[in-house]
């Protein structure tokens, strides 16, 4: 492992606000300028190879004056096909001082190193050395100076999940960071070799603020470099100093390492799936990428991986900012559906039932098994997928007396962030805590990058859509639990789930088709009596009511098995979908069965369905059932 106080990730802080009208961006070909002033270059769907383009060996004699052995470079094989299978958009340039401040100013935000206790690092002229930790150095104090311009420093991987999470409130887009895939793929921009302007170590620094090697023979870490007053050795340079690459992109080479969105783990490219690869689905270290001012060019090639943990910062550590096919494409006109681009190919989306992560599945996940192992492909291979979490994963609180309360491992949230993008938190199980774990889960869950819907730390927030882009559709989840005990619903200052009230839910619709400019809205519903076949009357009028109020299909969960599936209007209504991940009851049938459907949204507005049959074993985890998959008339 490389190790180096400056390699290291975080994790983020869950930063709510409320939506404002929605940002005008201007664009110029492939790249846009959004309301903060970020510019984003598109990057095309491709195809590359990821990883070293030549044998450690020759890496070893190539780079002999830092005597690296062979195995220093083996996280980067095997080298392996990777497809993007999606276009995105990249920051052009790094985070800078501004944007940042911008972000800071406006929300109040306390970086890590601010809040602590133990501060960050910095450059002390009297020594000539950089130091840290040091209260006295953090983002707005490097110990050198910095224009607004230049790239925002000792910032942790929390640090940049919270300034994505802002970001995405404030553009109504969902900003986040690159994966490592994606970061490699638009760093390399075509190229195969070491660096993106070839192979010589010696013409690097014409293309990025990078260390001089000369007469070096061993790297050293940032606090062991000399660093005379007369500014010999330039630290940070303001962003786009230097040329961009073949995809408009600045400084992939040096001036501060990149945190990506991954987990890392030196093993992970022998099982990495070629379809946008995510990174391991737990870990305790974030991959970081690019090298920075203090690199030497073997530290800042294309291939090279490097990583720390979540909470670390230092004066060399930065971000740049991801996005998905993007509303901008819009042009900033208004979003209504006739401004917005056609849309490309079927959008799906993948509901499961109730995942519960107490008793056995929790025993498994804390002993490394993957719950969700044998559903990767259907899970990974949706544009969105949602599950009911129906447990805490948070510590701390006071335990709810009831008969049933569960609670899971927190080492289950990165596995959740592997397989889905949101759960819902609405549910008789999410406060058997009580409102702090509650609000410590929604926090938990944000920094792994997992939305959350039907909850929040106020009833404003419970009620509010999780958006999402996709392929050029706007899509709204809302969530609603109809199962007591009512003292888990959020009130107007008080945090918890949001409650099944009809108007109430009719009203959040309207404002997801009117105010968020949603396409598609899918109400996630906890609600019946447990283990009946069939959904209740008032169930049934109820669901037809909220497509007559604008729903494109009703999905529900609780009732631990599955109930019939509906068609109104042409949209479906989905009443439960059984378990997905549950441990069995006192009285079990003879097979637990559940269902994941998957809605299928074409570019004619038609939904289809698809559900895919599993059963449950006696640890509460499913399998395929022989009968896998049971495909459903379009509807």
Same mark, same amino acid.
């Given at each position: ?29 492939? %790249? ?81 190193? %601010? ?52 970001? $995405? ?41 990078? %260390?001089? $090697? ?46 990506? $969105? ?240 009809? $108007? ?98 074409? %570019? ?32």
């Amino acid at each position: 492992m490389r190790l180096s106080v400056m390699h290291r990730p975080t994790t983020c802080l869950w930063v709510l606000f409320a939506l404002a009208a929605l940002p005008m961006a201007s664009s110029h070909g492939d %790249e846009i300028t959004n309301s903060v002033g970020m510019k984003l270059e598109r990057i095309p769907a491709g195809e590359f190879m990821m990883g070293a383009t030549e044998s450690a060996e020759k890496l070893v004699k190539a780079f002999a004056a830092y005597k690296r052995q062979p195995d220093f470079f083996a996280d980067e094989y095997p080298r392996h096909r990777v497809r993007i299978t999606r276009p995105f958009y990249l920051g052009k340039y790094e985070v800078t001082v501004g944007q940042f401040r911008r972000f800071a100013d406006e929300t109040g935000y306390k970086t890590e190193a %601010e809040r602590d206790g133990t501060g960050g690092w910095g450059y002390n002229p009297k020594s000539g050395k950089c130091e840290g930790r040091d209260l006295k150095y953090n983002w707005r104090n490097p110990g050198f100076p910095q224009s607004d311009e230049h790239p925002v420093l000792n910032i942790t991987w929390n640090d940049a999940i919270a300034f994505c999470q802002w970001l $995405s409130h404030k553009e109504k887009q969902d900003y986040r960071l690159p994966t490592e895939a994606e970061w490699e793929y638009a760093a390399r921009a075509g190229t195969t070799t070491r660096y993106v302007n070839g192979d010589d170590p010696d013409a690097l620094a014409k293309v990025g603020n990078v %260390e001089d $090697s000369t007469g070096r023979t061993t790297f050293p870490h940032v606090q062991e470099l000399d660093i005379p007053p007369d500014g010999k050795l330039r630290f940070t340079v303001p962003v786009g100093q230097f040329p961009a690459n073949g995809f408009g992109l600045c400084d992939m080479h040096g001036n501060v390492w990149e945190w990506c $969105s991954d987990w890392h783990a030196d093993d992970y490219y022998a099982h990495s799936p070629t379809n946008d690869p995510k990174g391991p689905a737990s870990g305790s270290v974030r991959v970081r990428r690019g090298g920075g001012w203090n690199s030497f060019p073997l530290w800042a090639r294309a291939a090279m991986r490097n990583w720390n943990t979540p909470k670390s910062r230092c004066i060399n550590l930065g971000f740049r900012v991801a996005r998905g096919t993007p509303a901008s494409e819009r042009n900033g006109l208004s979003g209504s559906s006739a401004d917005r681009p056609s849309r490309r190919g079927v959008t799906t989306i993948v509901f499961a039932g109730d995942v519960m992560l107490d008793g056995g599945p929790g025993h498994a996940v804390m002993h490394g098994t993957d719950v969700f192992r044998d559903f990767e492909s259907v899970l990974c291979g949706a544009d969105v997928a949602v599950c009911n979490l129906e447990c805490v994963l948070a510590p701390g609180g006071r335990q709810t007396y009831k008969t049933f309360t569960f609670r899971g491992p927190k080492d289950a949230v990165p596995l959740l962030s592997r397989y889905f993008t949101a759960v819902s938190v609405a549910n008789n199980h999410a406060g058997d805590w009580g409102p702090d774990a509650f609000q410590r889960q929604l926090t938990m869950l944000s920094e792994a990058g997992v939305g959350c819907l039907g909850g929040g730390r106020n009833l404003s927030e419970a009620r509010h859509p999780l958006i999402l882009e996709r392929n050029g559709l706007r899509i709204a989840l809302l969530g609603y639990c109809g199962f007591p005990p009512r003292s888990y619903a959020a009130g107007e200052k008080t945090p918890g789930a949001a409650w099944m009230n009809e $108007s109430e839910m009719l009203d959040d619709l309207a404002t997801a088709r009117d105010k968020h400019h949603a396409d598609v809205i899918i109400p996630f519903l906890h609600w019946g009596r447990e283990k009946t076949p069939q959904a209740a009357d008032w169930q049934r009028v109820l669901a037809r009511h909220l497509i007559d109020g604008g729903a494109t299909a009703v999905i529900g969960t609780h009732a631990h098995v599955t109930q019939t599936i509906d068609t109104y209007r042409e949209k479906p209504i989905v009443y439960s979908l059984g378990n997905f991940v549950f441990d069995y009851f006192p009285n079990d049938p003879a097979v637990w069965t559940g269902w994941l459907v998957r809605l299928s949204l074409d %570019e004619a507005g038609r939904v289809g369905l698809e559900k895919f049959t599993f059963e449950i074993d006696k640890a509460g985890i499913p399998h395929p059932a022989a009968t896998a998959r049971v495909t459903a008339a379009s509807q």
